[in-house]
C-alpha cells in the first residue's frame, strides 16, 4: 500500500507534537487550490503555473488536482517532474537561452511553446516542429516590480519586430511574451507591455494567436492580500483597448503569487545573545530565507513556543542569524519578534511558499526539506 502521510490540523498542533529540531514547511493544499482557482476564475485567459518557484511534487500535483494544464518549465529536470505529475500537461519553455542538448530534451518531452529572445538563438531551434508556438520575448525598461528581470531576458522592441517576422517566416505559430519582474505591485507595469506588445504586432505586420503576460504577480508580504482580480482587470482592459476584435488569446504564468501563501515555514531558534537582541535560527538565507534577503523583511511573523502557544509580548527588532558559520547568513536587521521569545521556540513565516525549498542549499549541513501537510495555516492554537 502506498504511504499517505498524516495530515496535521495546524503548524502549531504539528510543532507541539513533534518538536522538529530542523526547518520545516507545512503545505495547505486547501490553501493552494484557493488560490488556482481565484486565478482561474479571475484571468481572462490560460492559467500556467510556473514551475522554478516551487517544483514540489506536491505542489505540482495538487495544481494538477486544481485545474491547471499547463507549466512554464526552464530546464529538462523541471520538465521531467512536470510529466511526473501529469502525463498530458502542456509545457512552455520559457527560459529563451538553450543548449543544443536542452532544446533535444524539449523536443522529446513534446514542448508545445518556446520563447526566443535573439537571432542566434532562433536559429538553434530549427528542430523544433513547425506546429510549435514561438513567443518572442520582448522587455522594456519598466519599473513596478521588486527586481528587473528586463537585464537578463527579452529583445529590445525593434528586436522583436523582426524576430516575429522570422518566427512567422519559418513557419512556426507566432506569439509574443514578456515578464514584468517578480512581485510587481504596480498594474501599470502590464498595461504598458500589452500596448507596446500591439506596436511590435503592427510594425511586423505579424498576427499573434497569443500574448503571454508573464509572472510577476506579487504575494502577500504584509499581511494585506494583493488585489489580484484589479490586476486581472486592467490587463483584460489593456488587451482590449489595445488589441480591439483581433485580442489574442492571453495567457499567464504566476510562480510566486500562485503557491507562496500555501505554505508556512517554521525555524526554531536555536540561541540568542544580548538579552535576546541577537537571534539564532536553524534556517537562513542558504536554507528557506533566502527570497527574504533579496526582497526585504516580511511584515508577518509569529513566535510559537514548543507547546504550540503564540507569544504575546511586545515586539522588538532583532537582529537575526540564520544557522551557518557565515557571517553573511543574516536577515535584513530588524525583524520584529516578540520581547518573551525564547531559545527553543519556533519562528513562524508565512507566505514563504516561493523561492524557498526550490532555492535551498545544503551549505554547513543545513538546509530545509521537510514539509508536512496541515489544513490550516494561519493561527491555530495548539489543543
Ligand atoms: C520566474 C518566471 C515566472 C514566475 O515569476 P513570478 O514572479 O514568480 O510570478 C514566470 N515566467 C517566467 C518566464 C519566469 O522566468
Known sequence: MQQIPPLWLSPESHLARSAPDHPILYFSPRVLHEVARR????????????????????????LVAAGITAFDVASPAEMEAVRAASPDAVMHYNNPMRS??????????????????????????????????????????????????????????????????????????PALCFHPGTQCEDEAAWVEYIHA???????AGV???????????????????PDLEKVFAAIEKAADKAFGADRPILICEPGRAMVSESFTLAARIKGMRKDGEVVFLNDGIY???????DMGLPGRVEVVSSDGKHRAGDRQPRVVFGPTCDSLDRLPDGLPLPCDAATGDYVLFPGLGAYSSAMSTQFNGYGLSDVATVIELAGQPAS
Do not use: M
Open 39 to 62: 486565478f482561474r476564475s479571475g484571468f481572462p485567459g490560460l492559467v500556467t503555473y510556473a514551475v522554478k518557484a516551487n517544483p514540489h511534487p506536491a505542489v505540482l500535483s495538487n
Open 100 to 173: 543544443e542538448a536542452e532544446i533535444a530534451a524539449g523536443i522529446e518531452h513534446g514542448v508545445a511553446s518556446w520563447s526566443v529572445d535573439e537571432l542566434s538563438e532562433l536559429e538553434k531551434l530549427d528542430a523544433v516542429p513547425r506546429s510549435c508556438e514561438l513567443a518572442v520575448r520582448f522587455a522594456l525598461p519598466v519599473a513596478g516590480a521588486a527586481y528587473d528581470f528586463g537585464s537578463k531576458f527579452g529583445a529590445a522592441p525593434e528586436e522583436a519586430v523582426e524576430l516575429l517576422k522570422q518566427v512567422a517566416a519559418k513557419g512556426w505559430t
Open 197 to 203: 506588445a500591439k506596436k511590435i504586432v503592427d510594425e
Open 207 to 225: 498576427q499573434i494567436a497569443r500574448l503571454n503576460v508573464g509572472g510577476g504577480f506579487a504575494a502577500n508580504r504584509d499581511g494585506e492580500a
Open 287 to 293: 536554507g528557506g530565507l533566502v527570497d527574504i534577503r
